[in-house]
């Protein structure tokens, strides 16, 4: 099996306990943007430790990245961080499976963005995929009195997905801007990076828009700690996935997650999944591998 099949598998496993540990920190009596901060207050420095130590041991010397790298990492970290806030959101709206499962059209959006913008053409079992898709998202938005296609949970999930897709290509370029380092040295110093400018963007907006918020994050360190810690490891598996595999690719075999979320929904947080439900989480999750499938025709 790939190395990047497995690091890829390993990083779901870790998103989806991080996921897992944000939700909770809603109970603890963070904002949705407390629970957000957390993921990367704690991340920053263990990031920029293990770049340092990877570079130590590895005797590679520091690298000083260039403009197209910091576009890429800045624009891939402005766009995960705005997905994460809101992922989070979701929680409250929708249960845990069907919140995250929204998201996973990510793959489909980058499908019929590049039909629609780029010209890039589109194989029939490509476009059959983004109609079982279409359907899954239906599946899903449904709930009686809710607001159908047009709710809140479906607009948030799919902004999501598509800003969780903007980020996985920048941090793919990012990593390849600092060739002919090695991947793992790659991943590392990109994370580093990113990690600390998304800690001071998100420290100077909560400081901003909701005073307090900082020092509730503070004092929950208990619980945000692991946060952090779950976030950093299962980034530097994306990361390390996106620099030994193109983008498209690790984010195909990353829907590997939604089977994670539906264990840890059922076994954490003991939430039933309507049969209506599972029938769109399943139709979402075929058509992102038809996607893949289609994009190979």
Do not use: D
Not at 78 to 98: D, G, I, K, Y
């Amino acid at each position: 099996m790939n190395l990047w099949v497995l690091v890829t598998l390993g990083a779901a496993l870790v998103q989806t306990l991080r996921f897992m540990l944000q939700k909770q920190l809603k109970g603890v009596g963070l904002s949705t943007g407390g629970a957000t901060f957390s993921r990367f207050l704690f991340g920053a420095p263990l990031a920029a430790l293990a770049a340092a130590v990877t570079l130590s041991v590895l005797g590679e010397a520091p690298p000083l990245p260039g403009a197209r790298f910091w576009a890429f990492a800045l624009v891939g970290g402005a766009a995960q961080v705005a997905a994460t806030f809101l992922t989070v959101a979701l929680f409250s709206l929708r249960n845990f499976a069907v919140g995250v499962a929204f998201t996973k059209t990510e793959t489909v959006q980058v499908a019929a963005f590049s039909a629609l913008v780029l010209g890039e053409a589109v194989s029939p079992l490509g476009w059959l995929a983004i109609g079982v898709g279409f359907v899954g998202v239906l599946a899903l938005s449904h709930r009686p009195g809710g607001g159908g296609l047009f709710s809140r949970a479906v607009l948030y999930g799919v902004l999501a997905g598509g800003l969780f897709g903007i980020s996985a290509i920048g941090y793919r370029g990012a990593t390849q801007e600092l060739l002919p380092l090695g991947f793992f040295a790659r991943a590392i110093v990109t994370l580093a990076c990113v990690t600390f400018a998304q800690s001071v963007g998100m420290a100077a907006y909560l400081r901003l828009r909701e005073p307090g918020e900082l020092r509730r994050v503070a004092l929950a360190w208990r619980r945000t700690v692991w946060v952090g810690v779950t976030g950093v490891v299962g980034s530097a598996g994306w990361f390390t996935a996106f620099a030994l595999q193109n983008a498209a690719y690790v984010r195909a075999f990353g829907q590997v997650e939604i089977v994670f979320t539906l264990i840890v929904s059922a076994l954490v947080f003991h939430e039933r999944l309507r049969a209506r439900e599972g029938i769109g989480i399943a139709l979402v999750v075929a058509s992102l591998v038809g996607v893949v499938l289609g994009g190979q025709a």
